[in-house]
């Protein structure tokens, strides 16, 4: 069962939900217009988000939860000067909740800059490029970060580039970080696609394996394992394959075949989490969790994503950092229309998005929590979000 809720609505008000006495769920507003929202780790109940003004700008803000306090403004962007369509910022906290990386447009290319809590001092622009993505070290000290063609790390103390990892970085979006310092990454070699690994700070690079098409990685929570899914036909956003590889000797097994459009561990390390298209013809998904040797455990019920769900989809691997779709106590939370609940447009408006939850379990329902098409759980009391713990 989730704890608390950041929730945004269809009209963008940002609000934190709690499970009240009677086992419902009430609501309590944040800021009128929003997108984007991400807990910071720790005990001090904080997040960021992008707040939009009527104008067509946008603003980069840190707010508390229990007061009214205004937030910190960490970043203004002019209109029109947003990553994409519905994404103004992209943030995403340390480990230890002490630094905030953000992408912001810069012009006609991207920027990724930091910004240090609680000093409030912020070093702007410290790799440029586009696409940027990113993810931190375990520890909170570094920052990969691949951008266009250039894998770089990023020492955070001191806000600058620490070592340039490869300027041959393709076929991959997010190099995947491990629990103790390691950093995995793709390099195309001879038609293939070779899985390197290497560490933050530094040393040579060892391979793990070769696939024959575009990757996705994430570690498995503890370390041990990757799990590597494997496009081959990038443009239709599906995956083919998903295999298992051990991280010491590199033995690799297939797990699941697709087509699925994401997959994301479970906080535990014991199941994986799959989105899988309902092949309905109506853009319905239905998630799918298998162990870790790839046998089936339960499926769900089908729901048409929301828009913000199917941005998150598209781009899963670094979503699952900043915006993880498994909560820190072991449920899936999903956001999107059931079709069965729709209303013919002759006899009523329709219901709309809704953010449920689910067991992952075998014969769970889908749990409806409240109206919205955004929905982050609040961290775990030790601060993290589960992928990186």
């Known amino acids: ?58 603003r980069l803000v840190v707010g508390q939860i229990a007061n009214a306090t205004e937030p910190l403004v960490v970043h203004e962007s002019a209109p029109g000067e947003g990553i994409a369509p519905r994404v103004s910022h992209y943030a995403l906290w340390s480990p230890d909740g002490s630094r905030l990386a953000y992408v912001t447009r810069s012009g006609d290319r991207l920027a990724l800059s930091l910004l240090h809590l609680p000093a409030g001092k912020r070093v702007e622009s410290i790799v440029e490029g586009a696409p940027i993505f990113s ?15 250039s894998l ?29 310092g390691t950093l995995l990454y793709g390099i195309p070699d001879s038609g293939a696609l070779r899985l390197l690994e290497s560490r933050f700070e530094g040393g040579p690079a060892r391979e793990l394996g070769r696939f024959g098409g575009g990757i996705a990685m994430a570690v498995r929570p503890g370390g041990g394992a990757v799990a590597v899914g494997v496009t081959r036909h990038p443009q239709t ?13 590199g033995q690799k097994r297939l797990i699941a075949r697709g087509p699925y459009v994401a997959f994301y561990w479970s906080p535990a390390g014991d199941r994986i989490a799959l989105v899988v298209p ?9 998630v799918r969790t298998i162990s870790p040797d790839g046998a089936q455990l ?28 498994w909560t820190a106590s072991g449920s899936l939370l999903l956001t999107g229309r059931r079709v069965d609940d729709s209303v013919h447009a ?12 689910w067991a992952g379990e075998r014969g769970a329902p889908l749990e409806a929590i409240q109206p919205g098409q955004t929905a982050v759980a609040e961290p775990s009391p030790e601060g993290g979000t589960p992928e990186a713990r």
Do not use: N
């Open 298 to 325: 339960a499926a769900s019920e089908g729901i048409v994503p929301s828009q913000d769900f199917r941005i998150a989809l598209g781009f899963f691997d670094q979503y699952a950092l900043s915006h993880p779709v």
């Open 135 to 149: 993810a931190w070290s375990a520890d909170s000290r570094y920052l990969a970060c691949h951008a266009g063609l």
């Open 237 to 249: 956003g599906t995956f083919e394959e998903l295999w298992l590889v051990a991280m010491g000797d």
């Open 278 to 286: 309902a092949q309905t013809g109506d853009g319905r998904h239905c």
């Open 1 to 58: 069962m989730p704890g608390a809720l950041l929730v945004v609505s269809s009209r963008g008000e940002l609000s934190v939900a709690r499970r009240d006495s009677g086992g419902g769920w009430s609501a309590v507003a944040l800021m009128k217009r929003a997108s984007w929202p991400t807990w910071r780790p720790g005990p001090g109940a904080e997040f960021a988000a992008s707040a939009l003004l009527p104008s067509g700008a946008s």
């Open 152 to 180: 770089q790390v990023v020492d955070a103390e001191r806000g600058d580039v620490h070592r340039v990892v490869s300027e041959e970085a393709a076929g991959f979006r997010v190099a995947a970080p491990g629990p103790e």
């Open 346 to 357: 002759t006899l009523g408006d329709a219901i709309g998005d809704h953010v449920f939850s």
